[in-house]
């Protein structure tokens, strides 16, 4: 078979795009529940109880380990971009818990009696270069024939154990950040609907592809006192995570979010992703929202999203200043609070 990657329409060939492809969090609760005993390393210092980005397992010398997977079908049609976006967003993974990549390993399945070897070398190709402007190799991987096209990494980092970062550290009077702008999940819907602007396209996909290496350099700094990456559990699940894991309450002001800005445009044409619907479902009645509209940004699934800093007040200038330095929206979205009724106010 022969079949140029320019003409092909990734889209039509998975039933959903990107992580908005991830199972709703309280499903996945039920799937990972367990009542047995299992062995219990020592060394691994984090692990799948945590419900952080990544599993740390500490060498004993100073140094960790950061192991992370990330996989989904596609979000655009284009096949580079694709490849280029999956492997952008598992390597944040690696950047959200403070760390530095140090290799990639492929996930690839690809439904070969429908689909090119083509098309799945410029998959392939868009997830290399991603890892090249990441300065890691992408040193392997696993192939299988699959009915839908899929592709990820298996990422691997290391990290100075007294630096890393969780999504469980967050502290009463923490101001809140996030790098990148909401609304992923509906642009994709847009995509798969076929009514993106070509101009949006573009804005989304070069957005999906921005690294958030930012997190290496945060890691460094103790007044970073938890930090996450916003994907396909939305603004409100990944926040939801860091309250319940640090014991705290967050205020979120809404007119302070960054949001892609057609985002109402496409809502209006009814390009609501089903992946806001099951994240609503799952812990909406965890957040109290003064208005219905809010609902859509808020449970909005992001792929490859901006990180989520939560950062002492003391330190506000500072961490302003170097997000001002890397390009990165620099105003605070919201604050930490004391421990009392919902989980999320949103103003």
Excluded at 31 to 57: H, M, S
Excluded at 80 to 108: E, H, L, R, V
Excluded at 146 to 170: D, Y
Aim: glycine share 10%; proline share 5%.
């Amino acid at each position: 078979m022969s079949t140029n990657p320019k003409n092909i329409k990734l889209t039509e060939f998975s039933h959903g795009q990107g992580c908005g492809c991830k199972i709703s969090p309280k499903l996945l609760d039920q799937i990972l529940k367990t009542n047995k005993t299992k062995f219990i390393d020592p060394n691994l210092i984090i692990g799948n109880k945590d419900k952080d980005d990544a599993a740390v397992y500490d060498l004993g010398n100073g140094t960790s380990i950061i192991s992370t997977t990330d996989f989904f079908m596609p979000i655009v049609d284009d096949p580079y971009s694709f490849g280029k976006i999956a492997a952008t967003n598992a390597i944040s993974d690696i950047y959200a818990m403070g760390g530095k990549p140090i290799m990639g390993i492929s996930i690839f399945g690809w439904p070969i009696n429908d689909l090119s070897i083509e098309v799945g070398n410029a998959v392939v190709e868009g997830g290399r270069d991603a890892c090249h402007e990441a300065k890691i190799s992408l040193a392997g991987g696993h192939s299988i024939d699959s009915p839908e096209p899929i592709f990820g990494l298996a990422v691997t980092g290391t990290v100075e154990t007294k630096s890393i970062k969780q999504n469980s550290g967050a502290k009463e009077g923490d101001l809140i950040y996030l790098t990148k702008p909401l609304g992923i999940g509906v642009y994709s819907t847009a995509i798969k609907q076929k009514k993106i602007a070509k101009e949006d396209l573009n804005i989304a996909v070069n957005q999906m592809t921005k690294l958030n290496s930012i997190g290496q350099e945060l890691g460094k700094y103790d007044f970073i006192n938890a930090l996450t990456d916003v994907t396909g559990f939305g603004l409100g699940g990944h926040l939801i995570e860091v309250c319940q894991g640090s014991g705290v309450n967050a205020v979120i002001n809404y007119d302070s979010l960054p949001v892609l800005h057609n985002f109402d445009a496409y809502i209006k044409q009814n390009c609501l992703p089903g992946g806001a619907k099951r994240n609503l479902d799952s812990y909406g009645h965890l957040i109290d929202f003064k208005y219905e509209h809010q609902k859509d940004i808020i449970c909005d699934p992001q792929t490859s999203g901006g990180l989520l800093i939560f950062v002492d007040p003391s330190f506000q200038k500072e961490l302003e200043l170097i997000l001002n330095n890397n390009q990165l929206p620099s105003a605070p979205i919201g604050q930490v609070t004391i421990s009392k009724g919902n989980l999320i106010n949103i103003q």
